[in-house]
């Protein structure tokens, strides 16, 4: 498989905020993503728009990750044993291997894209905004380039 073309650093971000929504909101991962260098947005299937509540906790779980500074690595493994933990519904049709990306022990997922190979090169994530409609939860985020996690 290549690897898709993204900036490392906004996708590793992506990772880390699909992580956090999966485990706050218990909505799975996004259904769709759109990765920019300057701004970039993820849909989840889900029920309501967010609270500005819920919106600072995600912030703050995944800038809690980015500070941790732990380790961007990959595995390979069979579609079989990839299917028995993680959702397989992106995989291009015909795949015989799954590539797994991890960050730290927080967040795993079958990834063909390019990552930071540890979270202290990533910025601090600010979520610019989410809105709801007809079953879509987006949203939408930026890094703070002008202060990384050095």
């Known amino acids: 498989m290549s ?11 992506e990772h880390l905020l699909n992580g956090a929504i999966a485990r706050l909101l218990g909505c799975g991962r996004a259904f769709s993503t759109h990765i920019e260098k300057k701004k970039s947005k993820c849909d989840f299937h889900y029920d309501r ?3 500005p509540e819920e ?22 493994m069979s579609v079989d044993e990839a299917a028995s933990r ?3 519904s992106r ?13 730290g022990e927080y967040d795993a997922c079958p990834c063909i894209g390019a990552h930071v190979a540890n ?3 990533i910025p601090s994530l600010r ?18 380039h002008a202060t990384p996690h050095a």
Not at 3 to 11: N, Q, S, T
Not at 66 to 71: R, T
């Open 3 to 13: 690897e898709k073309e993204y900036d490392p650093v906004m996708h590793s971000a």
């Open 49 to 51: 728009n967010l609270t």
């Open 55 to 76: 919106l600072q906790l995600l912030e703050k779980s995944v800038n809690e990750q980015i500070a941790s500074h732990v380790d961007v690595w990959d595995e390979r």
């Open 86 to 88: 993680y959702s397989l």
């Open 91 to 103: 995989l291009p049709e015909g795949a015989t291997e799954v590539r797994i990306v991890h960050i």
């Open 119 to 121: 979270t202290r090169e």
């Open 127 to 144: 979520i610019v905004s989410s809105d709801w409609k007809e079953g879509v939860l987006r949203v939408r985020f930026k890094l703070n």
